[in-house]
């Protein structure tokens, strides 16, 4: 054995006689306890009792509907401006379509218009939930008026949108998109927000049980 080897060899057996000694010596020694502080840091928290205080905890209706009637104003000229854009959106894509599209067009306009109608005779108490999914609501309306590709998708599916029709839809989107974003960019962000609430306002004063 060359000394290069013996040397390497004491070398390892000295750490490894170092690291079993340490390990031995620790076993002995008694594990100090947490301090308190933290130890209550991270106790888990009741599930019981977290629940119980997220059902207590309510929407504040009162400060909401003063908030959509100083709004008011606002809200119904976005709400109104929307519309007059959707409507123009809808005269020139009719144009586009054969007769048979034009019926189906149609039909679903008035599944529409029945839906909506049966939405403002409910006066059912909204519960909160109610009032986040309106709230909630107008986010997803900016997302179906902003892309363009996928509502031009659904309606091909939809309405069998030839070559020809795509193409001029396709504009057709893209035009409502900027008439759009330009109605966002001149509107309060609070009156787009409630712009789906207000209508539900007299609903808003008993929480639903």
Do not use: C
Not at 30 to 42: C, F, G, N, T, W
Not at 131 to 150: G, H, N
Not at 171 to 186: E, G
Request: glycine share 2%; hydrophobic share 40%; charged share 30%.
């Amino acid at each position: 054995m060359t000394q290069r080897v013996f040397v390497a060899l004491l070398t390892v057996g000295v750490f490894l006689a170092g690291y079993f000694a340490r390990v031995w010596t620790d076993r002995r020694e008694a594990v100090p306890a947490a301090p308190a502080a933290l130890a209550k840091e991270y106790v888990r928290a009741d599930t019981k009792s977290t629940n119980k205080t997220k059902s207590d905890s309510q929407l504040d209706r009162a400060k909401l509907v003063a908030e959509i009637q100083k709004l008011r104003p606002h809200i119904d000229a976005y709400s109104t401006q929307l519309d007059e854009i959707q409507a123009e959106f809808d005269r020139e894509f009719l144009h586009l379509l054969t007769l048979p599209q034009r019926d189906k067009f149609a039909a679903n306009q008035k599944k529409r218009a029945e839906r909506d109608a049966k939405r403002q005779a409910d006066r059912t108490p909204l519960s909160d939930e109610d009032i986040q999914r309106a709230k909630d609501r107008p986010l997803t309306s900016i997302y179906w008026y902003v892309v363009v590709t996928p509502h031009l998708e659904w309606m091909t599916k939809e309405y069998g949108l030839d070559a020809n029709q795509q193409t001029q839809v396709r504009a057709l989107l893209a035009l409502r998109r900027n008439k759009f974003i330009a109605l966002v960019d001149s509107t309060q962000h609070p009156s787009i927000r409630l712009s789906k609430l207000a209508p539900l306002i007299e609903r808003m004063g008993t929480p639903a049980k």
